[in-house]
């Protein structure tokens, strides 16, 4: 368990900080053991340690540092950032613009919690066991916040101020003072607003980081309105914790979550548990969905896939354990028995019409080659003269930094049967390809163990002996765009 210190008290509740302390469990381990530690800078002035500059907040100007306070801290900070915003907190704090919080001088949230005018229950959603007051943000929070319900649900916000489950953001922006942007999103001028720094009634149901400051003619209209409120840089999107056993692996696991960086499996356990991952690949792209879809919701189609009713849900709109390894297009809401069942039992997850999130890029993978950063691609899923004399099937998404930079430079080449386009364009048609019979000792392992070929869908150790000799194995991972021609890379 690690102790993490929630979003601090905004400025002028009682001129100083104030931070309540959350425990949240963090994963020990990633999915493929591949959590690297970030390199450390260490800095330090009157005997501070102030860490590293590997916070994505780093060198904005503002301290994000939850262990200083005063006016030359960010408005709202995260316990993430402790230890990592060194460059800008030791500017401030030589500057005399933030002060070292003693480590004794925590104020519990009952005392936090006296210093807020939370105000009266007068709203209509006042009593649920949501805090509807905008001036809040955290787990304990309605989905759909609106200004008029301001210091309107003192019980539920007190109640979960003083639980640890929110925090106080302040009072909201004036209108008047809200830098809109412009109209330049592809969505704007709909009469819904895209910019997710806002929250209320007419948003839009799907969030992009990069309609930031782009929607000002529909965002403005709904805060003059009334029917949203304007929530600030850190966005509304209420992200959750990092409780997910695959949280900080480098992969978003919520399922509210669609787009690149995606994992390839997500679970609705997972949904708001994997802060820490969604929050940075948001902001590289990601595009947030909403809240889960219920079962009610899910229109699952029918059995007329060839794959229907074989224990396997075969349609891409789903992910999870009981999903097709590589799901066609073609069965899209063909597949309603099996996607149903995996639905109900766990073991599948609705991820929208789009369908699976893992077609959209390629993944170079990590660091963690003993040959990483050492000028050459090690990883077998590339071609050229960049590539090292050995290729070692172990060193798979393993070299990621040297091969995207010799990629970029023209010098390796990404085999094409390893790109999620290739798999995306199939079934391939086999045409004239001799795959000869299924006298391999390894037929039938639905792995191709035929040495021609290369591929994910091909066996790590390949032998002479087995050419021709694998036929079912070789020409279904072919037409599935699992592997391709030797000859043809």
């Given at each position: 368990m690690v102790n993490t210190r929630?979003?601090?008290?905004?400025?002028?509740?009682?001129?100083?900080?104030?931070?309540?302390?959350?425990?949240?469990?963090?994963?020990?381990?990633?999915?493929?053991?591949?959590?690297?530690?970030?390199?450390?800078?260490?800095?330090?002035?009157?005997?501070?340690?102030?860490?590293s500059n590997t916070s994505r907040y780093a060198d904005d100007g503002e301290c994000d540092d939850p262990r200083f306070a005063g006016p030359g801290m960010a408005v709202e900070t995260w316990g993430e950032n402790e230890g990592h915003d060194a460059a800008d907190c030791r500017a401030a704090f030589e500057a005399g613009t933030i002060s070292e919080i003693p480590a004794d001088a925590a104020v519990d949230p009952a005392t936090a919690a006296a210093a807020i005018d939370f105000g009266d229950d007068s709203s209509v959603w006042a009593n649920d066991g949501e805090c509807d007051d905008p001036r809040f943000s955290g787990p304990g929070m309605a989905v759909e916040l609106e200004d008029v319900d301001i210091g309107r649900d003192a019980t539920d916000c007190r109640t979960l101020f003083e639980a640890g489950s929110l925090n106080f953001r302040g009072e909201p922006q004036a209108a008047d003072d809200i830098d809109y942007g412009d109209d330049t999103s592809e969505w704007a001028l709909d009469d819904e607003c895209d910019d997710p720094r806002f929250t209320g009634t007419t948003m839009s149901a799907e969030l992009e980081a990069v309609d930031i400051g782009h929607d000002s003619t529909d965002c403005r209209a709904?805060?003059?309105?009334?029917?949203?409120?304007?929530v600030g840089e850190q966005t509304s999107i209420d992200f959750g914790d990092d409780a997910s056993r695959w949280a900080n692996d480098g992969e978003c696991d919520d399922p509210r979550f669609s787009g690149p960086g995606m994992a390839a499996e997500l679970e609705q356990v997972d949904s708001g548990h994997d802060a820490t991952d969604c929050r940075a690949?948001?902001?590289?792209?990601?595009?947030?969905?909403?809240q889960e879809v219920t079962q009610a919701d899910i229109d699952?189609?029918?059995?007329?896939?060839?794959?229907?009713?074989?224990?396997?849900?075969?349609?891409?709109?789903?992910?999870?354990?009981?999903?097709?390894?590589?799901?066609?297009?073609?069965?899209?809401?063909?597949?309603?028995?099996?996607?149903?069942?995996?639905?109900?039992?766990?073991?599948?997850t609705y991820i929208g019409e789009e369908g699976a999130p893992a077609v959209a890029t390629f993944d170079y993978g990590n660091d963690t080659s003993k040959w990483a950063n050492d000028g050459e691609c090690d990883d077998p899923r590339f071609a050229g003269p960049g590539t090292a004399k050995k290729l070692l099937d172990a060193d798979e998404y393993g070299d990621a930094t040297d091969c995207r930079t010799l990629v970029e430079a023209g010098e390796v080449r990404?085999?094409?049967?390893?790109?999620?386009?290739?798999?995306?364009?199939?079934?391939?048609?086999?045409?004239?390809?001799?795959?000869?019979?299924?006298?391999s000792t390894y037929a039938n392992d639905e792995v191709c163990d035929d040495p021609r070929f290369v591929g994910p869908g091909a066996a790590t150790v390949l032998f002479e002996e087995d050419i021709e000799r694998?036929?079912?194995?070789?020409?279904?991972?072919?037409?599935?765009?699992?592997?391709?021609?030797?000859?043809?890379?």
């Open positions: 929630s979003k601090v008290l905004a400025g002028a509740v009682l001129g100083l900080l104030l931070s309540v302390g959350l425990a949240m469990p963090a994963s020990a381990q990633g999915k493929l053991d591949k959590n690297q530690s970030p390199a450390t800078t260490t800095s330090s002035s009157a005997g501070i340690d102030f860490g709904g805060i003059e309105s009334g029917a949203l409120s304007y690949l948001f902001l590289e792209g990601l595009t947030f969905r909403g699952y189609g029918n059995d007329s896939s060839d794959w229907a009713n074989d224990d396997e849900c075969d349609d891409p709109r789903f992910s999870g354990s009981a999903v097709a390894a590589d799901p066609l297009t073609e069965n899209i809401g063909r597949d309603a028995t099996d996607c149903r069942n995996a639905v109900e039992n766990g073991s599948a990404i085999i094409p049967v390893y790109t999620p386009e290739f798999a995306a364009a199939a079934p391939y048609d086999p045409g004239n390809i001799a795959f000869g019979d299924d006298s694998d036929a079912a194995d070789c020409e279904a991972a072919y037409r599935a765009g699992r592997i391709m021609l030797v000859e043809d890379v």
